[in-house]
Each structure stands twice: as structure tokens, then as C-alpha cells.
Nanobody
Framework: QVQLVESGGGLVQAGDSLRLSCAAS????????MGWFRQAPGKEREFVAA????????VYADSVKGRFTISRDNAKDTVYLAMNILKPEDTAVYCC??????????????????WGQGTQVTVSS
């Protein structure tokens, strides 16, 4: 059974940092693109960042570019999202996702097959 389990969310103040983790089990995704999405209350799920299976290519939403960094440790089957200079508008449930493709420029939900349950990030002003 394939599982993606996120952790690291919490309540922080504006300007703080958090690092989210997404651990995969049930199969390896070392050659697969992985991504992070988020969903705020009353809004659609939106793309945040993605990384290629090789880890050499990444892509970010304009709203997080320069503040967030996606990375992966294939030895641990884990993907990370380092979030700096957090803003109240970053408040959302953050979910990781795994694609059956290897490329890194995957920003559409339809390009991902497996999803985690998500972890809540709340940024107070």
C-alpha cells in the first residue's frame, strides 16, 4: 500500500520558518517527480513546488519563489519543503504528491497520482 505522510506543520508567526517533510512508503519514488500543493479554506488546491526524480530540476509558484525550497533525499524516500519568511497568506493545508513521471516541471494536479493527507500550516500576523 502506497502512502505519503506529511509532517512538520504548525502555528507560526509571520516571518518565521518551517520545514515540511513527506515520507513515502509502499514503493520507492526515487525516479519520480514529487510536488507540494496547498489548499486554503474556501480556495482550490494550488501548486507550490515540484522536484524531478533526479533532484536536479525544480519549479515554484510565483507566490513562493525565493522563499520556499523543495528538496529530496532519495535514500530516505523523503521530500522536504523549507519555508522561510512565512506570510499569513501561506496559511493552508500542505499536501505532497507523487507522479508517475520523472520530470520536474509538473505543476498540475492531474499530473500526480499519489497524494498525502496533508499537514496544517497556520501563519499569524
Amino acid at each position: 500500500q502506497v502512502q505519503l505522510v506529511e509532517s512538520g506543520g504548525g502555528l507560526v508567526q509571520a516571518g518565521d520558518s518551517l520545514r515540511l517533510s513527506c515520507a513515502a512508503s509502499g514503493r520507492t519514488f526515487n525516479n519520480n517527480a514529487m510536488g507540494w500543493f496547498r489548499q486554503a479554506p474556501g480556495k482550490e488546491r494550488e501548486f507550490v513546488a515540484a522536484i524531478a526524480g533526479s533532484g536536479t530540476s525544480t519549479v515554484y509558484a510565483d507566490s513562493v519563489k525565493g522563499r520556499f525550497t523543495i528538496s529530496r533525499d532519495n535514500a530516505k524516500d523523503t521530500v522536504y519543503l523549507a519555508m522561510n519568511i512565512l506570510k499569513p497568506e501561506d496559511t493552508a493545508v500542505y499536501c505532497c504528491a507523487a507522479s508517475e513521471r520523472g520530470g520536474g516541471f509538473l505543476s498540475r494536479r492531474s499530473e500526480y497520482t499519489y497524494w498525502g493527507q496533508g499537514t496544517q500550516v497556520t501563519v499569524s500576523s
